[in-house]
């Protein structure tokens, strides 16, 4: 069941970000809701589809690196019998060091998160940059400084 509705919320962002091509000028908050919600959503919003391949990719490596790290902790912490012992000692330091890569992959999880939704709402105001600057010209002539604007 989740599988689907999975599937069936990123059929309907593909959806929504090929309609949106269509469209003039991007919501940047809309950009960065999606990008919140689905990794690389607002990326697809935006047409960036190289950069959407890259958040997923990386935040699928990211989530892969703390599962295996937590499990790796979860089987030093059971080898542990409390006795004080050096390989209790040994199964202690191999479970901190587990637990220092977890902590650290849950950082660049929420890092990239930020910074993929960053780039997201910023890309968005950027869409029609290249129109826009169409529309301004700044010209010099004989001593004269002109400003032209197009609507």
Do not use: C
């Not at 919003?45 to 990211?62: D, E, F, P, S, T």
């Not at 660049?108 to 029609?128: C, E, K, Q, R």
């Not at 600057?133 to 400003?147: A, G, I, P, S, Y």
């Amino acid at each position: 069941m989740r599988m689907r509705l999975f599937l069936l919320l990123v059929v309907l962002l593909l959806v929504s970000g090929s309609l949106s091509a269509m469209e003039y000028a991007k919501n940047p908050y809309k950009a960065m809701v999606l990008s919140a919600l689905l990794p690389g959503g607002g990326q697809v919003y935006n047409n960036a589809y190289i950069k959407a391949v890259a958040v997923v990719g990386l935040q699928a490596y990211l989530v892969n690196s703390a599962f295996y790290n937590h499990d790796k902790m979860e089987q030093f912490e059971a080898m542990m019998d409390g006795s004080g012992s050096f390989d209790d000692l040994l199964y202690q330091s191999r479970r901190d060091k587990y637990r220092d890569n977890l902590r650290s992959d849950y950082w660049w999880i929420g890092t990239v998160m930020v910074l993929s939704v960053a780039d997201a709402f910023v890309d968005a105001h950027l869409y029609n940059f290249k129109a826009e600057k169409d529309k301004v010209r700044l010209k010099f002539e004989d001593k004269m400084l002109r400003l032209e604007y197009r609507f």
